[in-house]
Structure formats: structure tokens, C-alpha cells
């Protein structure tokens, strides 16, 4: 059976959230064939040995998002390249939804809209900012489960190995080549745990920072010391 959609999952220390995304995919109510490629990162391959589901092909690689996406695209046997963060999970019949819009000859590219796994109300005004923003720019972020054609993908070298800002930057390069993305009402559902850690609105503001300051020609070295800095105190 040919697979339709190879779904990349790139991973450093997520020993403890890989096997509930895992389970998520292979619980979605699909028809569609696909296959899970994850690809750790990390020296001590924690994340790989953690997965107790047989299916999954399992890589070790370099460390840097942009290296162990691409190290997964050249493994791939799918038409279609799906790219999802750990704690990330798809939405129920997302991958019909992706092979439905990938059907069509003009476009090349999309992501989902944005879902926080939270019940706070804070959260939907991210989603409705992060829902927006995409649609205008037409430059979705990783953690809205970026998928490409797999052709194209290899096409512009896929992702350049820079240490933060390598989904904006693919996404960027397919829209100055005038290649249509499309972003999918559908939801994907991702955990609250990177602002609840640094603070909602340090997060928010620091991840809008990122993209000025990236859109203006800083360093993408520089935008990592940026990202990795963190708030002495919380900023709620």
C-alpha cells in the first residue's frame, strides 16, 4: 500500500509526551496511510527508546530542528511531508483535510490554525491572534503542523540549518516563489507548556520580537540568544 503522508517528528528530551502524541495519530479516525518518522536529537536517544510502538521509524541525528526535519524527509516514502511537534497533537480527520488541499495542482504548502490545550481564556486570544496572522502573512509557525509536498520540499533543500526560526524561513521562501499555502480552519491541539514555564505574556511578546526582528535581517544566531534567554521572574 502506498503511504500517502510521512509524518516527521523531530525531538529532543520529550520522553515524557512522545508516546501520548503517538497515540493521538494512530487513534485518528483516518483512512489515509501514513507513516511516523521520528528523529531524536538528543545523544542519549531518550526520546527513541521511550516509544513502545513498533511502527514508528526511529533516527538518531545532530541536534537542530531544521537537520532532524530533513534527515526525516530523506527517509520518507510519503508524497507528502507532515512536520508536528511533540506535544503536538492533529485533529480528528486532519490528514483527509491535508490530502484533499495537496490534491490540487496550485497549491504547495499549509498548516492547521492554531489550538492551545487549555481552558484559559487567555489562550483563545493567542489562538484568534496566531489564526489571523497567519492568514495575512500566509507564513504559518512550526506548531501549527506545517505540511509540504514532498517534490517541492526537495526542490528548495528543504530546511536551512539555522538554530531558531527555520519553519518561518521555509514558509517565506515557498511564498517568494509565489507557491500558494493555505491555511486549514481545523485546529491542531498543542501544550500550554512552553508559556505556562516562561510566563504568557513574556512568551507571546518575545515570539512577536523573534519574527520583527527576523523580518528586519537579525542573525539567526542572535534571534537563538534572544529565544533562549528567560525572564528572571515570571511575568504572568
Not at 510521512?6 to 496511510?33: D, F, G, M, R
Not at 511537534?85 to 490528514?95: Q, R, V, Y
Request: glycine residues 6%; hydrophobic residues 40%; contains cysteine.
Amino acid at each position: 500500500m502506498n503511504t500517502h503522508i510521512s509524518i516527521i517528528i523531530p525531538v529532543y528530551h520529550e520522553s515524557a509526551v512522545i508516546n501520548h502524541t503517538l497515540k493521538n495519530l494512530y487513534n485518528n479516525n483516518t483512512k489515509i496511510n501514513f507513516e511516523i518518522i521520528v528523529v531524536d536529537g538528543s545523544k542519549e536517544n531518550d526520546t527513541i527508546n521511550a516509544i513502545y510502538h513498533k511502527q514508528v521509524k526511529k533516527i538518531s541525528s545532530p541536534k537542530g530542528r531544521g537537520i532532524q526535519m530533513n534527515m526525516g524527509a530523506e527517509l520518507a516514502s510519503g508524497k507528502i511531508l507532515l512536520f508536528l511537534h511533540a506535544d503536538t497533537c492533529l485533529p480528528d480527520k486532519g490528514l483527509e483535510q491535508v490530502c484533499r488541499l495537496l490534491s490540487r495542482q496550485d497549491i504547495i504548502a499549509g498548516a492547521f490554525d492554531l489550538g492551545i490545550n487549555s481552558v484559559k481564556k487567555i489562550y483563545r486570544i493567542i489562538e484568534k491572534t496566531a489564526s489571523i496572522r497567519s492568514r495575512f502573512t500566509r507564513i504559518p509557525y512550526g506548531d501549527q503542523a506545517l505540511f509540504i509536498k514532498k517534490d517541492y520540499f526537495f526542490n528548495i533543500r528543504g530546511f536551512q540549518n539555522i538554530p531558531v526560526m527555520e519553519d518561518v524561513d521555509i514558509m517565506r521562501r515557498i511564498k517568494k516563489n509565489k507557491s500558494k499555502i493555505i491555511i486549514l480552519p481545523l485546529k491542531v491541539l498543542t501544550s500550554p507548556r512552553r508559556w505556562e514555564t516562561e510566563g504568557i505574556l513574556y512568551g507571546t511578546i518575545r515570539n512577536w520580537m523573534l519574527m520583527i526582528f527576523y523580518f528586519i535581517g537579525v542573525r539567526p544566531g542572535k534571534l537563538a540568544d534572544f529565544y533562549k534567554y528567560k525572564p528572571v521572574k515570571k511575568i504572568q
